[in-house]
C-alpha cells in the first residue's frame, strides 16, 4: 500500500514533467511542418477515405444495424479508431527507451514519467480522432447516442493493454533491435486478421471463431458497438479486456523490473 | 549525516554472448562463463555537506561511472549508494537536450523533468538566458549551437537553482576561458551557499583552486584520499613513473612525432623532472624551483661532451635553451664506459602553459659540429600558477607596480 502511495506522490510532484512533456511529444512531431497537427487527424482519416473509395463496391450493401447511407465508412472509421490507439501506444512503447535515451543517461528522475507521457500522449491523440469522427458522423446525418460515454473505460483499457504489450517489446527492444522491425509486421497482420476494413459475417461461419481469438477482436467489436450500432458493449467483454490489460501490464514491468539495470547500460 | 555515502559499492559490466543468456539472466539463471568488465570495485565514500571533491584519474578509471552512480543515472551492480539532496548533474557535457528544441525549450523539459513547477521555471529563464549569454540563439534549435553554446546553456540550467549537490563530468573544460571563469565563480558561490560540489576534471590548477579533497582513482578502485595538492603531487608521480621509464616512445600522446637522432657515440639514458619536493613531476608551479636530470652513458670515446636544453612552448616556439659550452662547462677526452649525470637547477621563471624539453648531446656548441644524441619533445610538463599573482605570457617577470597619486 505504502508503494503505491508513493508513487501517487511521486507521480503529482512530476505532474508539470508529464503535461510539458507531452507539449512537447506535439512540438516535437511537427517541429518543422507547416500544418503541425493537422496531420495526425489527417492520416487516419486518408486510410479512411481510401479503404471507403476502395471498398465501397464491395461494401455496397447495407450493414445491418447502421441505418445510415454511409454505414461502411461510419464502420470503418469506429474500428479505425480503437485499432489506432491500440497500434499507437504499442509502437511508442517500442521507442519509448530508446528514444528517451539522452534523458536516462543523463538525468536523474522517476522513469515511471515516460510512462505517463506515452499513455497521455496517446489519449489525447485518440481524442482528437474521436472528435474528428464525431464531426464527420454528424455531417454524415448520423447522430451517436449516448453509449457514446462507454468509450472512456475502453479507450483507458484498451490504451493499458497496448501499454502492457508495448512496454514488453520496447524492453527487448533496446537489446534485440529486431524487435522494432518485427513488431510492426504482426501489427500489420493482425490488421487484417482483425474486422475492421471487412465484416466479420464475410468469414464462413465455421472459422470466425478462429478469428474471435484475436485479442484485439472483442476490442474493435466493442469500438463498433459504441459508435456505430450505438450500443452499449457488453460487460462481459470489457471485463475480459480489464483482465488482459492487468497481465499484459504484469508481465510489461516485471520484464521491465528484471532489465532496467541493463536498460541504461545498453543505450 | 553525510550528503552521500557509498558502501562497498561495485559496478560491472557483463557481456553476454547472446540476449538470450541476458535474458535467462534476468529470472535468475546463472552463467559462470560470462565475461565480466570490473568498472569500479568495493568503493567506499562518505562525503560531508559542503564539500567539495575532485576525483581524478586517468581515462577509464572509474571516474564517470562513479558519479553517474551518485546521480541514480546508473545502478551499483552491488553496495549501497545513499544521496540526501537534490542533484543536479551535467554527465557526459549535456543535459539530455533534444537538437530540435531551442535553449528555451530544453531548458523548460530539463527544469521540468527536474521536478521544477512551471512558476520556478518561468522566473529562472531570465536567469538561464541572461548567464548563458547566448544571445539570440537561444531561441534557436539547438541543433545549430557550437558545442561550446550546448555547454553553457547545460552550466545555466544546472545551476540556475542552487541544487544540494552539484555533479559536474569535465564539462568546465569545454567552454572558452571567459565562461570557464564565469562557471568558476557562480561554483564558488554556490559553495558559499552550502552547496556540495563533486567534479571530475583534468584541470589541476581549478581543482587545487576549488576543491577541498581529491579522490584519485585508479583500475575502479579508490587510489589516494587527501587534500588536493597531496593527490595530485601523487598522481603526478604515478604518471611520470609510467611515461619515463622507456624513453624510447616515438609517438606522443598528443599525436605529436617524437624526433630522436645522432650517431649514438653518447646516449641519454633517462630524463627526469623533479620538483621542489624532490619528486618526480609533469607539473611546476611558476616560480618553484625545480631540477632536470639527464643520465648518459659514453657509448665510444669522445673528444667534447657538450650538453644543451631547449624549452618550447605550446606552439614550438623555444622560450629558452643553453648548453654545457655556453657555460663553459663542456667535458673533454672521455673514456669508455663512463656515465654521466647533468642536473639543471632552475627557478620555474615561466608562465602558465604546456611545455616541451628537447636535449641534446653534442660535440660542441652547435650540433652541426657532431651529434651524439637529440631528443625533441624528449619530456612535457605543465607549469600552474598556484600563488603567484595573475599574469599572461610565457615568462614571470614579477614586476613591481608603483603607483603615486596626487
Known amino acids: 500500500m505504502r508503494i503505491i502511495k508513493n508513487k501517487v506522490q511521486q507521480t503529482w510532484q512530476n505532474r508539470f514533467f508529464i503535461i510539458t512533456s507531452i507539449k512537447m511529444d506535439f512540438k516535437s512531431r511537427f517541429s518543422r511542418s507547416l500544418f503541425g497537427s493537422v496531420w495526425a487527424i489527417l492520416n487516419p482519416l486518408v486510410m479512411v477515405a481510401i479503404y471507403a473509395f476502395i471498398l465501397s463496391q464491395i461494401m455496397r450493401a447495407k450493414l445491418p444495424g447502421i441505418e445510415s447511407a454511409y454505414a461502411y465508412p461510419i464502420y470503418l472509421i469506429s474500428g479505425i479508431i480503437g485499432w489506432t490507439l491500440f497500434t499507437e501506444v504499442i509502437s511508442r512503447g517500442l521507442m519509448v527507451f530508446i528514444e528517451n535515451g539522452h534523458y536516462l543517461k543523463k538525468l536523474p528522475f522517476p522513469r515511471s514519467n515516460l510512462i505517463f507521457v506515452l499513455l497521455g500522449a496517446s489519449l489525447i491523440n485518440s481524442l482528437i480522432l474521436i472528435l474528428a469522427a464525431v464531426g464527420i458522423f454528424l455531417s454524415l446525418g448520423f447522430i451517436p447516442n449516448s453509449s457514446l460515454i462507454w468509450l472512456i473505460p475502453l479507450q483507458i483499457l484498451t490504451a493499458l493493454f497496448a501499454l502492457g504489450i508495448g512496454i514488453s517489446c520496447g524492453v527487448l527492444n533496446v537489446f534485440v533491435r529486431d524487435v522494432g522491425q518485427v513488431v510492426p509486421i504482426i501489427l500489420q497482420l493482425l490488421f487484417w486478421l482483425t474486422p475492421i476494413v471487412y465484416t466479420i459475417n464475410i468469414i464462413p461461419e465455421d472459422l470466425q471463431y478462429l478469428l474471435k481469438l484475436n485479442p484485439v477482436f472483442s476490442i474493435v467489436d466493442m469500438y463498433h458497438n459504441i459508435l456505430a450500432f450505438k450500443i452499449a458493449p457488453s460487460l462481459q467483454d470489457l471485463g475480459v479486456l480489464a483482465i488482459m490489460a492487468l497481465v499484459s501490464n504484469l508481465l510489461g514491468f516485471m520484464l521491465y523490473q528484471k532489465a532496467y539495470k541493463d536498460i541504461v547500460e545498453e543505450l | ?36 568488465h570490473v568498472i569500479l570495485e568495493d568503493i567506499n565514500l562518505s562525503l560531508e555537506k559542503g564539500e567539495a571533491i575532485a576525483f581524478v584519474g586517468q581515462n577509464g578509471a572509474g571516474k564517470s561511472t562513479l558519479l553517474k552512480l551518485i546521480a541514480g543515472v546508473l545502478s551499483a551492480t552491488s553496495g549501497e549508494i545513499q544521496v540526501n539532496g537534490k542533484i543536479s548533474a551535467i554527465l557526459e557535457l549535456g543535459m539530455g537536450f533534444n537538437s530540435d528544441f531551442s535553449a528555451l525549450e530544453n531548458t523548460r523539459n530539463t527544469l521540468s523533468i527536474m521536478g521544477y513547477t512551471p512558476q520556478e521555471i518561468i522566473g529562472a529563464m531570465p536567469q538561464v538566458k541572461a548567464f548563458s549569454e547566448i544571445g539570440d540563439y537561444f531561441e534557436q534549435p539547438m541543433r545549430i549551437y557550437s558545442s561550446g553554446m550546448q555547454m553553457r546553456v547545460a552550466f545555466a540550467v544546472a545551476t540556475v537553482f542552487q541544487p544540494e549537490i552539484l555533479i559536474i563530468d569535465e564539462a568546465l573544460s569545454v567552454g572558452d576561458a571567459y565562461f570557464q571563469h564565469k562557471s568558476f565563480d557562480r561554483i564558488r558561490e554556490l559553495q558559499k551557499q552550502g552547496t556540495t560540489l563533486l567534479i571530475v576534471s583534468h584541470d589541476k590548477q ?11 582513482l585508479e583500475g575502479g578502485g579508490i587510489k589516494k584520499v587527501g587534500p588536493p595538492v597531496e593527490v595530485m603531487d601523487y598522481y603526478n608521480a604515478l604518471i611520470a613513473a609510467k611515461s619515463h621509464t622507456d624513453i624510447e616512445l616515438k609517438r606522443m600522446d598528443d599525436g605529436h612525432l617524437q624526433t630522436i637522432s645522432g650517431d649514438n657515440k653518447a646516449k641519454i639514458e633517462k630524463i627526469s623532472l623533479f620538483n621542489s619536493k624532490g619528486i618526480e613531476a609533469d607539473e611546476l608551479a611558476v616560480g618553484e624551483k625545480a631540477v632536470l636530470e639527464i643520465q648518459v652513458a659514453v657509448i665510444e670515446p669522445i673528444k667534447q661532451l657538450v650538453c644543451g636544453f631547449m624549452l618550447k612552448e605550446r606552439l614550438g616556439h623555444i622560450v629558452y635553451g643553453t648548453n654545457t659550452s655556453f657555460s663553459e662547462q663542456a667535458l673533454f677526452d672521455l673514456n669508455t664506459p663512463q656515465k654521466i649525470t647533468y642536473q639543471i637547477h632552475f627557478d620555474t621563471r615561466l608562465g602558465i602553459g604546456s611545455y616541451s624539453c628537447s636535449i641534446a648531446l653534442t660535440g660542441g656548441a652547435t650540433h652541426l659540429e657532431e651529434n651524439y644524441h637529440w631528443i625533441d619533445l624528449a619530456l612535457v610538463f605543465k607549469v600552474i600558477n598556484i600563488d603567484k599573482t595573475e599574469f599572461i605570457g610565457s615568462n614571470c617577470l614579477e614586476p613591481e607596480f608603483i603607483i603615486q597619486r596626487g
Open chain 2, 1 to 36: 549525516m553525510s550528503i552521500v555515502s557509498l558502501k562497498s559499492v561495485s559496478k560491472t559490466y557483463t557481456e553476454y554472448p547472446s540476449f538470450y543468456h541476458r535474458f535467462l539472466s534476468w529470472f535468475g539463471v546463472k552463467n559462470s562463463n560470462l565475461k565480466r
Open chain 2, 206 to 216: 581549478a581543482i587545487q583552486n576549488i576543491c577541498n579533497r581529491a579522490i584519485l
